[in-house]
């Protein structure tokens, strides 16, 4: 309330305040801090029940005055940007998860761990089983491979220690009999 005695919101009447130092109903002209808050009637006006922003979009809701933040902040029939990158799509809330799967900008890492990039061109036919079962017996085969390569040597130097230990049998054998005589 100011100083002449007309009723405005704390908002509206600052913003007025800032342009003109006047009341805007009577012009009686508004010095310094002359306006004192009406808590009894700040009360009423938020416990006044009012229907919901998204109406428009179906939102049947109505609630006080002083809950509209919070419900815009959860409301079903509240507009929300695409979360897929680049998409422009304004979706409802309750809508977003399915057209966040259906949308063509929708991008996301596979799940299973193989470094694929879906999209929903390639999602449907994308078996991650079957590309790490075909990975994973690719990198069995080299590997049985090296097995094969390393069991091999190991044979060609046993074979070559036998070979030289009975050459060395053999030397120590003609050596002892040299000596003896």
């Not at 390639?122 to 790490?132: A, G, M, S, V």
Request: a positive charge; glycine letters at 6%; one cysteine or more.
């Amino acid at each position: 309330m100011v100083s002449c005695g007309h009723n405005f919101c704390r908002k509206c009447i600052l913003q007025w305040l800032k342009r003109q130092q006047t009341c805007p109903c009577c012009r009686t002209e508004v010095k310094g801090k002359l306006f004192v808050q009406m808590h009894k009637l700040k009360k009423k006006i938020n416990r006044l029940q009012v229907k919901c922003p998204n109406e428009a979009n179906g939102c049947p809701a109505i609630f006080p005055l002083s809950r509209t933040e919070e419900h815009s902040e959860s409301c079903a029939f509240g507009l929300l940007c695409c979360p897929n990158e680049g998409c422009p799509a304004e979706v409802l809330r309750k809508d977003i998860c399915e057209h966040s799967q259906t949308c063509q900008y929708w991008r996301d890492m596979c799940h299973m761990g193989c470094g694929t990039l879906l999209t929903p061109a390639n999602r449907e036919e994308h078996n991650c089983y079957l590309e790490l079962k075909e990975l994973y017996n690719k990198q069995l085969h080299k590997l049985r491979q090296k097995a094969r390569r390393i069991e091999s040597l190991t044979s060609q130097m046993s074979r070559q220690i036998q070979l030289f230990s009975q050459g060395l049998e053999g030397e120590e054998t003609g050596t002892a009999t040299q000596e003896t005589q």
